[in-house]
């Protein structure tokens, strides 16, 4: 059975995950949108610069992000003269981490969903007199909602099982930054056989939960004409 | 404000350029007639506002939507267009009854001039209105997509090839309604097609175009009887006259139609006397004589030769012949026009083989 601190990291963890996903859907949809329609020359680098925390190592991310936000880092300054103090080995320290680690997984749905849509659909609601604004929110948004649910879902799945850049970033505080994946960690450096199995069991069955839930969900996708 | 459609159009899209300065009717359908690839559905979409060109001038009915000199350009959604595409894109995410109020939502209520119930009677879609997209028959779409482009109360209604998609029983089934709309509603109709039937149907103007270039442009009859043109229009060449049912014989089911030309018989559609009948005669079922003689043609007619031209085959030429107030096209071999010596000013008889009411 999980203990006090299990729970405590369990909290913590969907505090993170939610918080992140709710961060990544305001921020990453105007981006996907953008990524999807835009014939701009940085078209490119800008999808590159969002997939790659896909490929890199989470230490490497982290290592960076540590770096960016301490005390002679760029937004470490930011930070400082916001009076936000400085924010590795805090919560929203993770917050800002996760968020560009999570980055890609909820806009590359997005951005496929939004392709998939097409000229069509905005083209006609535009000869029905809706504006740029009003077809986003009531043709756009409404059509992308498959990529926009399996992005959530995603996002919020992949922001539970980060380990590297939590370490990194977070630095393992009970209470504070110690996630459930550093909670898994501890109970084995400290042979805890019994606790560990309890949430990775749990993070096991959980995390294929999702994927089903994924599975259904792209079953449901219908063909917008 | 002056009435009628002002168009000056020159774009040019990679190879391909659309040059068109048209100044048409405020109302009735205008037919844009012309092979694929001819720029009729980039003209439609630039006058719906789809096209990123600033360049060039559209004026509605006194309204300017687009003047490139004076860096206006009238965005889509401001524009009261009725637009109604090939492959209609209903919003799966709602039901009938919610595409329909799409726009009709976004239109304030005081310029609002088509109720839904109006729409929704005059396109026969009732019993559609609470179904969901998927179900729905491509005729049943296209009622739908020409509801929902009427329901925006536009001043311009633009109909890009609405029956295209269909097969011919879902074309039967959609076409009446293109028929009623051209009778009950007072806009001007952008027709495109590139089917020779539903022009001669439905359309009261002709606009021409060919490889980007307008080719032609006026009222149907004139343009249609237009030598230098039919070409285009192949196997279907021929004329089409208004016209109103005069008598109708009972005993043998044929209907006096009294037309520009004449009166014509025809089969006895059922149609009241008084009722104004369209009439298409295709060239190739006008023969001529040069003496009136005792055939099995029942519409036989005095006509005066007007013009001799080729054909799109050598061995055919073209006549345009004035027959009473009205002109008709034959289709004759160049021998047999030879044989009977025709040239212009001749005065002739014209059989009339075949005469379509539409």
Not at chain 1, 41 to 48: I, R
Not at chain 2, 11 to 18: K, P
Request: net charge positive.
């Amino acid at each position: 059975m999980p203990g006090p601190d299990d729970w405590s990291a369990i909290r913590l963890t969907l505090a993170l995950a939610t918080l992140t996903v709710s961060l990544l859907l305001l921020l990453g949809t105007p981006i996907a949108w953008w990524l999807a329609r835009s014939r701009s020359w940085w078209k490119g680098p800008v999808g590159a610069l969002v997939a790659l925390p896909i490929v890199l190592p989470p230490t490497v991310l982290g290592f960076y992000l540590l770096l960016a936000l301490g005390p002679q880092g760029p937004l470490g300054h930011l930070t400082q003269a916001l009076g936000l103090g400085l924010l590795p080995f805090t919560f929203p320290g993770l917050v800002v981490a996760s968020v560009f680690y999570s980055l890609p997984f909820v806009v590359q749905p997005l951005q496929n969903a939004f392709e998939a849509i097409g000229e069509g659909p905005l083209e006609t609601a535009a000869t029905l007199r809706a504006g740029p604004w009003d077809r986003f929110f009531h043709v756009a948004l409404p059509l992308a909602r498959p990529g926009l649910l399996s992005g959530a879902v995603l996002g919020f799945a992949h922001t539970i099982g980060e380990f590297g850049i939590v370490l990194m970033i977070g630095g393992n505080i009970p209470g504070r930054t110690r996630v459930v994946s550093m909670q898994i960690y501890n109970h084995v450096e400290a042979l805890e056989y019994g606790a560990a199995h309890a949430l990775a069991g749990g993070l096991l069955v959980f995390s294929f939960l999702v994927l089903m839930a994924m599975h259904a969900l792209g079953g449901s996708r219908r063909v917008w004409r | 404000m002056s009435a009628g459609i002002q168009i000056r159009l020159h774009q040019r899209l990679g190879a391909f350029a659309l040059d068109a300065e048209l100044d048409l009717p405020g109302r009735g359908v205008i037919a844009v007639f012309g092979p694929s690839g001819s720029g009729k559905t980039t003209l439609l979409r630039w006058i719906a506002g789809l096209q990123p060109t600033v360049d060039g001038v559209l004026r509605v009915n006194g309204e300017c939507w687009q003047d490139g000199a004076s860096r206006i350009r009238v965005p889509a959604h401001r524009r009261a267009v009725g637009y109604v595409f090939q492959h209609t894109v209903l919003f799966p995410h709602l039901d009938v009854r919610g595409k329909l109020e799409f726009g009709l939502r976004r239109v304030p209520a005081g310029a609002r001039r088509v109720a839904l119930a109006q729409a929704v009677e005059m396109l026969a879609i009732a019993h559609l209105l609470d179904r969901a997209t998927h179900g729905l028959s491509g005729g049943e779409r296209q009622r739908i997509g020409i509801a929902r482009a009427l329901l925006t109360s536009p001043r311009l209604l633009l109909l890009d090839e609405p029956l295209a998609a269909l097969d011919l029983a879902r074309k039967q089934e959609v076409l009446p309604y293109l028929e009623r709309l051209h009778a009950e509603l007072d806009i001007p109709v952008f027709y495109v097609s590139h089917a020779p039937d539903e022009v001669a149907r439905l359309a009261d103007h002709l606009v021409l175009l060919e490889a980007g270039q307008l080719r032609a442009e006026g009222p149907l009859g004139a343009t249609l009887a237009r030598l230098d043109l039919p070409i285009r229009l192949g196997e279907d060449a021929g004329v089409v006259l208004e016209g109103r049912i005069a008598e109708r014989d009972m005993h043998w089911q044929l209907a006096r139609v009294a037309t520009p030309a004449g009166a014509l018989w025809v089969r006895d559609g059922g149609q009241a006397i008084g009722q104004a009948a369209r009439i298409r005669i295709l060239a190739r079922d006008v023969s001529v004589a040069r003496v009136l003689q005792h055939s099995s043609i029942l519409n036989t007619l005095p006509a005066q030769v007007c013009e001799i031209a080729s054909d799109s085959h050598p061995a055919l030429t073209l006549l345009r012949l004035r027959v009473g107030q009205a002109e008709v096209l034959a289709r004759l071999t160049r021998r047999s026009a030879d044989e009977l010596a025709l040239a212009a000013g001749n005065t002739v008889w014209v059989q009339i083989k075949a005469v379509a009411v539409l």
